[in-house]
Each structure stands twice: as C-alpha cells, then as structure tokens.
C-alpha cells in the first residue's frame, strides 16, 4: 500500500493540470516569442498599442495604421488590449508594457484618471507613453494624439452641406442632448460660420434627439413636417445622422433634403450606397493610428520630447508640430462618400 | 463502536495528511508554473513583476478570504463587487465633501457591515437561499453606487494617499498592502482552523441541522460571515479607490466572479464543509501568475481566459475524481485479504 490510489490521483491529477499548463503556453509562447524577445533588444523600437478593448472595428482599423507605421520604421508591433472597457481593465496590460520595457505605448484610455499611476509606472520604467482617440489627464502621458479640433469638425460639416445644397435654402441641426458639451461647441462655430460666410443660407432649427435611435428618428419626421422648405439636415453625432438618414431613405424627401453631419462607415453604407446620404464626416482612425506610432517612435528616439513647438515626421502623412497641451492634431476630418467608404471597415 | 479504539484516530500520518492535499497540489503547481515562467519568460524575474501582481489582485486576494468562510458554510455572496463599488463611490463623494480619508475609509467600512449585515440577515434568519438573495443585492447595491455618483467620477484624491499605496518596503518591491493581506490572512486561517466558530463553519457546511443539534448557532454563525465579508469587500473598496485614484460606480464589476473562481481552484468545496485558506491564497496568485506571465508572452486575454477556465474545470473535476477513487479503493478493501476491518468503514462513512 505504499502508492495508494488516493495518493496517486492526487499526483495525478497535479501533473494532468502541469501537463495542460505547460502544452497551452508552449503553443502560445511561439506566438509572442519573437516580439517579446525583441522587447529589449537594441535600437529596434517596440510599440504596443492598447485600445480601449478587443474586437472593436474602430480599434481594428487604427492599430492597423499603427501596424504599418511600425512596420515601416523597421520597429516591432504588438497589439494587446482587455476584452471589457472597464476602468481598470487596461492597467494590468500597462503593467506588461513597463515589464517589457516597451519603448513606446500607445493607448486610448478607457478612464483618465484611473489608469495614471499605471502609466506613471510605465513612465519612470523609460516606456514612453503616447494617447490617441481618448486622452488622460495630461500629466500621465507624454503625448496625446487628437484626432479633429472643433474648428475643423464645425467648418467641414458647413462645407458638406452648403455644398450640397447649393449655397442657398433653409437647414436644420439634429444634435444629441441639449447639454452635450461637444456637440454645443461645434454648433456654435456652426452657426458662426454660416452667418459670416453663407447668408443665403439659413438656419431654421436645432433638435436634439437625445443619440438615442428612436428619439433622433421621430425629431427628424417632425423637422420635415414644421419645415417644408428645408433643404439639409446637419447632424453633428454618429446616432443622429444615422436615424436621419434612416427616416429620409423611406420618405418621400428621399433625394430633396440632403443629411450630413458625422457618422461611421458602418452605419451609413447602406445610405450612402442607395443615394440618400452623399457625403459625411470623421477622421480617419488608420490615420490616427499611423500618426500615434510615428509620434511614439520620435518620442522614443529622443528626437522630441513632446512639448509645444517640437516638430517630427509621420512617414507618408508628412511634417506635425505639437501644439499646446502637449497634443498633436492629426489634421482635418475626412469625408467619405460613394467612392472610398468601401475602403473602411468600423 | 468500541471496536473502532484498536484503530489510529488518523487513516493517514500526519505529514501525509498535510502534504497530501488539493491545497498542497495547488500551491505546488504555483511554485512549478513561478520557476518555469522565470527561467523562460522574458522579463517575469524582473523587479517589477511581484508589486504589480500584488497591486493588481490585492481586491481579490483580501475578499477571497471571508468568501473561503462563507463558501465553507454552504453559502455563496455574490455581492461583493457591488459593496466594493459601492465603498468606493462613498469614500469619493465623502472625500469631496472635505472629508478626509481615514474617515471617509472608516464610514465605507461601516457602510459595508450593514451591506453584509442585510445579506446575513436574509440568509440566517429569513432563511432565503444566499443566491437569490445576494444576486438581488448585487445589483442593490450596486445600483445604489451607480445612482449616487452618476456617470461621474471622483477622481481628485490626495497625491499623498494614491502615491502610498503604490509604495512599498525594500524600495516598492514589498507594496504596504502585503501588510493589511497578511495580517487577515493570519486572523482568518486562525479564524477558520483553530477555533470552535471555524469549526462550527465546516459542521454547517457538511451539515446545518447536525451542527445546529451539536450546538452550532447556525443563524448567527452565518450572519458572521456575511458581515465579514461585507467589511473586507468595504476595505477592498477603499483601496481599490486609492490604488486607480477614481471613484467610479462600475469599479470593479464582475470581480465577484474572479474571487469564487480563485476560492474554487484552491480547493474549497462549493457545496460546503470542505477548503483551506493556505489552498485559496494560493489559487489566488495561481490565477495572478499565470495571466501575468502569458500577457508577458503576448497571449491574448481570450486565450488566457480559457486556460485558466479549464485549469478551474479540471481542478473541480480532480476533487470528484479523488472521491471517486478513494471510494473505489475502499470498496476494493473490502475484498482484498489485507484490507482494514469492515467497521472503519462504517465509522468513516458519516464524514462523506
């Protein structure tokens, strides 16, 4: 009785879970073996890009610009990222970065504040901190990557839609909530610039429905009805152009009252393919991206150091200088219609 | 019965007993996956490793301790996520109130004894079975987190406080939370192991009414732990709050599932009346080390996830598998020429 069952299982059952443990790291250690063991080697630059979560288009599309950045400088690129967007779910990944020594990170923050002393960590470990997309509070990171400014957002939301309705006729905005800070900013300069530069053009109406889908919709149906003589539908929110769009396509408006504003790819192919919407606003995350990647490499290298005035070179999107608040910004929205939204994927 | 005194008490040595265990295989199986990550895995013997692993799932390894004693008894909380959310947003809002930290902590801890006080209230002595009740105040209290802040968050704590927690002795290798862990680590393994209230936890487990004729207070007993586990999720709170520096309705939502699987992998029986603390500390840091050495191995959480979700399955499985053996080895006994007499079985039995 000197090897019992008892005590065999119990062995057993150790070296079954040893067995599981060590087979499914192996597999998966060939995987990162190269990028890890590339983390400290010389002057090859690591970058690792953190967003918000997984499995998000919008996240897919600008680590890819990022991936081709990175494989354009010679660095190693790396994607990691938590499966939820919870406060705290990007620190342990932060943590990895600093243990590494990655030599620049790039994140777009789930939280301003609650992934500081993280990245305070990262920082003093010699890991140089980029954000892009979402920004912390400005002490935790080196450089933040904005993707529009107000100015820009608000002028080519007016181009859009003067354009398309000719410079002249009645227009409406169909924002989210009443309060939503952002959306007020833009519609102020909005309004700015059509009185300065478009007085045949005439703003009869701001609505706000909310971004929610259902509320954005029935304010659409009621600016067509109490304005019979509108000509364009601005909506400044991805939820808003979206149920705009929705309503105009099944009206009989179809084709007389032109929607523009911001919007996703995803949401507005089907309108842009059917007519009823031709063109739309954002930036361009694969951009963004790039741009983040580039700008951690010049932090990286030492070229900059990240504040106002420094200037450095994104591969094929050319020269940027740092602005105040140690912020680039990646440069004017970009508008997608008919012939390049194929091209985009979030 | 007297026949039973020509027998040892014990079936097994002392040393065999102990080492013998799932606790033991756990904390082996810790040792083993520590030493093959430093020898292979880049970077996870540097000085960084061990602060962040301890910073990271200090929440979990404190809450894990009262949660050994609730599971112990047969019960289950499920919300301690919630009262750690909860905490948290209270020591924000006190703290901006000018409340200074000590004091806000303090009023969160007692905020988290009624919140267990309520749990243990309904389980004891309502008698409702603890996971309806406690799914009902997850999302209690948790919605009380929610609704008190809103989707703001308090974020502007002292830099003195959010600067302590990430320091530690021997120059931040050793984080000051290792003290408050250690020091309820060792109240609560004394707790549970050797007193007759720990005692009276694995009776209740096995069996409530048996406990309760042998002279067990099961009610209270029970409410016990539930406040037990109310306070340490409290205190959770609080250092969770200091350690992100944001007080936020959705901290650490989803954590209870993290603590009970860790409770689980160290070889606490979910039924009750089974589990040692030594074997829930270490299936705790099992969890930590392994996901902290695979994310430095570039392993996608995905992955990660399902490594340790089989390791947990297989882990619940080899206790059924060991029951199954030993049973069949007694069974085997009984036919064999040199098994022990039939009525060590029989005294034996009532343990099952």
């Known amino acids: 009785m000197k090897f019992s069952k008892k005590r065999i299982s119990t062995v057993g059952a150790l070296v079954t879970s040893l067995a599981l443990m060590t087979s499914a790291c192996g597999g998966s250690g060939t995987i990162g073996s190269s990028s890890s063991g590339g983390g400290n080697s010389g002057g090859k630059v690591t970058v690792t890009f953190l967003p918000k979560n997984l499995g998000n288009p919008y996240f897919d599309t600008s680590d890819k610009g990022g991936k081709e950045a990175v494989s354009e400088f010679g660095g190693t690129f790396q994607e990691v990222g938590p499966d939820a967007a919870s406060p705290d779910a990007q620190v342990p990944f932060i943590n990895t970065a600093a243990q590494q020594g990655v030599k620049a990170l790039v994140i777009s923050a789930n939280d301003p504040k609650a992934i500081g002393s993280a990245l305070t960590q990262a920082r003093s470990a010699g890991t140089k901190v980029v954000t892009f997309d979402s920004d912390t509070e400005p002490q935790y990171r080196d450089l933040f990557v904005n993707q529009a400014s107000a100015e820009g957002i608000a002028k080519v939301e007016v181009d859009m839609v003067t354009k398309l309705i000719k410079d002249s006729g009645e227009v409406a905005i169909l924002s989210a909530a009443a309060n939503a800070t952002n959306q007020n900013a833009w519609i102020k300069l909005m309004k700015a610039d059509l009185a300065k530069n478009h007085p045949n053009v005439k703003l009869v109406d701001t609505v706000y429905g909310n971004d929610d889908d259902q509320t954005s919709f029935d304010k659409t149906a009621a600016l067509l009805q109490s304005h019979p003589n509108l000509k364009g539908i601005i909506s400044p929110t991805t939820v808003g152009i979206a149920a705009a769009a929705r309503y105009i396509s099944t009206s009989k408006s179809k084709g007389k009252v032109v929607v523009t504003g911001l919007g996703t790819p995803n949401q507005m192919r089907k309108y842009v393919k059917d007519g009823t919407v031709q063109e739309f606003a954002l930036w361009n995350p694969a951009d963004l991206g790039y741009l983040a990647a580039y700008a951690g490499k010049a932090l990286a290298d030492k070229k900059i150091t990240g504040k106002k005035g420094d200037t450095f070179t994104a591969g094929k999107l050319g020269k940027y200088t740092v602005g105040a608040d140690n912020t680039v910004l990646l440069g004017d929205p970009f508008v997608f219609d008919k012939s390049n939204i194929d091209k985009f994927k979030f | ?352």
């Not at chain 2, 061990?50 to 929440?59: C, E, K, Q, R, T």
């Not at chain 2, 408050?180 to 007193?195: Q, S």
């Not at chain 2, 069949?328 to 079985?345: E, L, N, T, W």
């Open chain 2, 1 to 352: 019965m007297t026949m039973t005194r020509s027998y040892p008490a014990h079936a097994h040595p002392l040393w065999r007993r102990v080492l013998m265990t799932r606790e033991v295989a756990v904390i082996a199986l810790l040792v083993v996956v520590v030493l093959w990550a430093s020898a292979t895995i880049p970077n996870f013997s540097g000085p960084l490793t061990f602060p962040f692993l301890i910073l990271d799932s200090a929440p979990i390894l404190l809450i894990a301790l009262p949660m050994t004693l609730v599971i112990v008894t047969g019960e289950i909380d499920l919300s301690v996520a919630s009262v750690v959310g909860l905490s948290s947003v209270l020591v924000g809002m006190l703290h901006q109130d000018g409340m200074s930290i000590p004091l806000a902590g303090l009023i969160a801890l007692v905020v988290g004894v009624l919140c267990g006080l309520l749990n243990g209230f309904l389980v004891a002595y309502v008698g409702l079975p603890s996971l309806a009740v406690t799914i009902g105040t997850l999302a209690l209290y948790r919605g009380v987190a929610v609704g008190l802040l809103g989707t703001t968050a308090v974020t502007d704590f002292p830099f003195k406080w959010t600067n302590l927690i990430q320091q530690g002795f021997a120059g931040g290798r050793l984080p000051f939370v290792l003290v408050p862990i250690v020091v309820l680590a060792v109240v609560f393994a004394a707790l549970l192991h050797f007193t007759s209230f720990g005692r009276g936890l694995f009776d209740i487990g096995l069996n409530a009414e048996a406990a309760h004729f042998s002279g067990v207070n099961v009610a209270r007993t029970k409410l016990t732990v539930f406040v037990l586990a109310g306070a340490v999720s409290a205190f959770a709170g609080v250092y969770y709050t200091l350690r992100y520096g944001s007080a936020r309705g959705d901290n650490a939502t989803g954590l209870e599932l993290q603590v009970i699987a860790a409770v689980l992998l160290g070889g606490v029986s979910i039924f009750g009346g089974r589990g040692a603390l030594h074997g829930v500390l270490g299936g705790v840091l099992l969890i930590a080390v392994i996901s902290s050495a695979l994310r430095l191995e570039n392993v996608t959480v995905n992955v990660i996830n399902i490594i340790i979700g089989l390791l947990l399955v297989l882990s619940v499985m080899s206790t059924s598998l060991l029951g199954w053996a030993s049973k069949m080895r007694r069974g085997a006994g009984v036919r064999g020429d040199h098994a022990r007499p039939q009525k060590r079985r029989v005294t034996s039995s009532p343990l099952q």
